[in-house]
């Protein structure tokens, strides 16, 4: 295969190491009970996995830990864990027989657990003279710190995105878990796909500059087909559904990419500072397992909806009430949710791996509808019917002249429906195009013009949507300029502030725009796909890509985040 291509690239990247900066760092609060019980407050995206792992390491049953967690200033993966500091908490607690907390600095959050990315790839990639992809390799090595955690896994993620969106009949990956003396690694905002990702979406630009190809078209005749789905990947995903092309054409209009073609002509003619254009076709995976949900009416007219899953700005308080309210025919004001406590919600799984909405609303949607037909159930053997004559809409249940609403059904006795849900993943898509401007002198760079087009599915609530997008794009923005977790020869961490770890602020953000495609899910109620990572994902190779682009790289390898004013200086030379 390799000896038949007409070109075959290689190329070597670094996904640098990056810290967890959420809006607040962990805590917990640990309360002692009288009968040995305990109750735990934390900053956590987990909350049940907490309680497990907390019972099942003092030796106390599951129900004598509580676990709540109160509002959570972000998490991105890194409060998903059971750290150590959480037992150290949870012992000193049990053994002075009084509430002990901690709460972790910021110097502390950056240079302790977790770190996020932190992998080598080494990769090759054989082609045709068309440009069409016909084998690629990838080779990882992974640092997952001092000890194996919860990053031991992103590797393997990597390696099942590694193909991205396009249809490619020979894959070879090799990932190795390598351990360090640095903190330990775990999942930061996309997991393994942002990683996979730059790999393939850089080394197709490489390959289209190889053949003096437009980097949009050596995409498209490599796209996976709509008429595809579901498809296979060789490395053993069943991507569900995607119009990847239709994508990219929506990012190119956007972006006006031809405009910016010929304005790239004029400056090289002129002798003015370069700008070049990077692009970023990706598919990532979103949902994992089951999620528990429930619905109870009230016999006052309200309705209490239990999630397993765990809010950390999500917004949920919003979103969720709306499924279970599209479901029943009432007003989202009378849905009241429930979640981030042990003591009332009695399973769950949490909220990571952008599954929410896929997995703990549909599992919402699912109980509804069976509330509703509990109610039908019960009013017919009340009005001694057949169900099939009792009909509902918008809270009322009827059969001929008789009418009864929910709350009079509650009034009677408890009304609920509780589900376990567990769709398969969902592979959300999308395309990011992105112009930067190079200072060839300083190697300042200046994002002109970034695009961001995702594919989520059936959007519930678009603004949170939209929200998620903005908030995951500057995340990327900032692995491609600016963030970077230093050690010294000795080991010792270098970045302890946020004046030594730099994170974009609303001075650096660029010009965008978000726009959406909608592909639905098929396999759930909703049509919802996962969103929220996709900015960490598309963002970084696009721009990337743009300042190899503007410096009119050949090696574009030697192009490494993330992209400071020195690499670029460098690379320039």
Not at 94 to 106: I, S
Not at 458 to 468: A, R, T, Y
């Amino acid at each position: 295969m390799w000896r038949r291509a007409a070109v075959v690239v290689e190329a070597s990247y670094r996904q640098q190491l990056l810290a967890h900066t959420s809006i607040e760092a962990r805590a917990i609060l640990v309360r002692p009970e009288d009968d040995g019980a305990l109750t735990i407050w934390v900053s956590h995206q987990a909350p049940h996995r907490l309680r497990r792992d907390v019972a099942g390491s003092f030796g106390l049953r599951e129900e004598q830990v509580r676990v709540v967690v109160p509002d959570v200033g972000g998490a991105f993966g890194g409060k998903s864990e059971t750290w150590p500091e959480y037992f150290a908490v949870i012992a000193a607690a049990r053994r002075l027989g009084r509430p002990v907390r901690w709460l972790e600095d910021r110097a502390e959050a950056l240079t302790g657990p977790p770190h996020g990315r932190g992998q080598n790839q080494r990769v090759r990639l054989a082609a045709g003279a068309d440009g069409r992809i016909l084998a690629y390799e990838l080779h990882v090595d992974a640092d997952i710190g001092g000890y194996p955690h919860t990053g031991s896994f992103v590797p393997m993620a990597t390696s099942m995105m590694a193909t991205g969106a396009y249809a490619i009949p020979h894959v070879h990956v090799r990932t190795r878990a390598v351990v360090t003396n640095t903190a330990p690694t775990a999942p930061y905002r996309g997991a393994g796909r942002p990683e996979a990702a730059s790999a393939i979406e850089r080394t197709v630009d490489l390959l289209a500059h190889r053949l003096g190809l437009d980097p949009a078209e050596a995409r498209r005749v490599n796209f996976i087909t709509p008429d595809a789905f579901p498809y296979d990947t060789p490395t053993g995903f069943t991507y569900d559904s995607g119009d990847y092309a239709k994508a990219l054409d929506v990012a190119l209009d956007e972006l006006g990419y031809a405009g910016w073609r010929t304005e790239q002509a004029r400056r090289a003619a002129a002798g003015e500072p370069p700008i070049g254009i990077g692009l970023c076709t990706y598919v990532e995976r979103s949902g994992a397992g089951e999620e528990f949900g429930a619905v109870e009416a009230c016999a006052d007219g309200s309705f209490v909806a239990l999630s397993g899953c765990c809010s950390t700005g999500q917004g949920h308080e919003t979103s969720f009430p709306q499924v279970v309210a599209a479901v029943l025919g009432v007003a989202p004001e009378r849905v009241r949710l429930v979640e981030r406590d042990t003591a009332v919600v009695p399973r769950g799984i949490g909220s990571f791996a952008s599954r929410s909405m896929q997995t703990g609303g549909a599992a919402l949607h699912r109980a509804a509808t069976k509330l509703i037909g509990a109610a039908r159930q019960r009013i017919a053997e009340r009005w001694a019917v057949p169900v099939a004559d009792v009909t509902y809409e918008a809270g009322t249940l009827r059969a001929g002249e008789r009418s009864a609403t929910l709350a009079d059904v509650a009034a009677h006795g408890v009304l609920r429906a509780d589900e376990t849900y567990a769709p398969p993943e969902a592979f959300p898509f999308g395309a990011y195009a992105a112009v930067v401007e190079v200072d060839p002198e300083l190697g300042n760079v200046t994002v002109l013009r970034l695009v961001a087009v995702d594919d989520y599915g059936v959007e519930v609530n678009p603004l949170i949507v939209d929200g998620q997008g903005r908030g995951s794009t500057v995340q990327g923005l900032g692995q491609a300029l600016y963030e970077d977790v230093r050690y010294d020869a000795g080991g010792l961490p270098q970045t302890r502030s946020l004046l030594d770890y730099l994170i974009p602020t609303i001075s650096e953000l660029p010009p965008t725009r978000f726009a959406e495609t909608c592909t639905p899910n098929p396999n759930t109620p909703l049509g919802a796909k996962g969103a929220g990572e996709a900015g960490c994902i598309g963002a970084p190779p696009a721009i990337v890509n743009a300042v190899a682009d503007a410096l009119g790289l050949r090696e574009r390898d030697t192009l490494q985040m993330p992209l400071t004013p020195y690499t670029c200086w460098s690379a320039a030379r």
